[in-house]
């Protein structure tokens, strides 16, 4: 096995993506990666003015997030909203050794709490309409397409209500464990 694991934690915007990362970071006692931090201490370094510099912003955090990554020795939970089309293959150039951790949530549950969620400013959330929200609401409908499916070690969990974040830390010792054999 490689030395470098990544506990890659997957699922819709504001499906829990980053909760559950940081109970599994503080439970595996790993580090924890998440592309949002970046993202968020980019906005307050550079400032972020419109739509066009936010979306600028964003995927430069991308790029920092699979550097950190493929810097990180030992294990590392590693959080995002990744996308399927360039995600798996990146990811697999990091590290042969993935398990991946799905925030299944249905897709209205996870609108709702996008909606009422407080985000750092530079995500622009202030400037989203009813109508933005309805639509990509919509655009998540028509194009989610689940778990990235990186290894055959694919833990799922229900993040629509109360995670027993204990549980689900063993479950993900378990396919770690899993992986070892």
């Not at 370094?45 to 920092?64: F, I, K, W």
């Not at 990509?136 to 194009?143: A, I, K, N, P």
Request: aromatic share 4%.
């Amino acid at each position: 096995m490689s030395a470098r694991l990544l506990l890659v934690v997957s699922g819709l915007a504001a499906s829990g993506k980053t909760t559950v990362g940081k109970a599994l970071s503080e439970r595996l006692s790993v580090p924890l990666l998440d592309k949002d931090t970046i993202l968020e201490a980019l906005f307050d370094s550079l400032g972020c003015d419109d739509r066009q510099q936010r979306h600028s912003l964003s995927r430069a955090s991308d790029e920092v997030l699979y550097r950190l990554a493929a810097e990180a020795s030992g294990t590392a939970v590693v959080v995002n909203w990744w996308n399927h089309d360039t995600a798996p293959a990146r990811l697999h150039t990091i590290s042969p050794s993935l398990v991946e951790v799905f925030c299944e949530c249905p897709v209205e549950v996870a609108a709702a709490r996008f909606v009422a969620r407080e985000r750092h400013r530079g995500h622009m959330d202030h400037l989203r309409t009813p109508e933005d929200h309805e639509e990509g609401l919509q655009r998540m409908r028509e194009t989610f397409r689940g778990p990235l499916r990186l290894s055959e070690l694919l833990v799922t969990v229900d993040t629509s209500r109360a995670v027993d974040h204990d549980a689900l830390a063993e479950r993900v010792r378990s396919a770690i464990d899993r992986m070892l054999v």
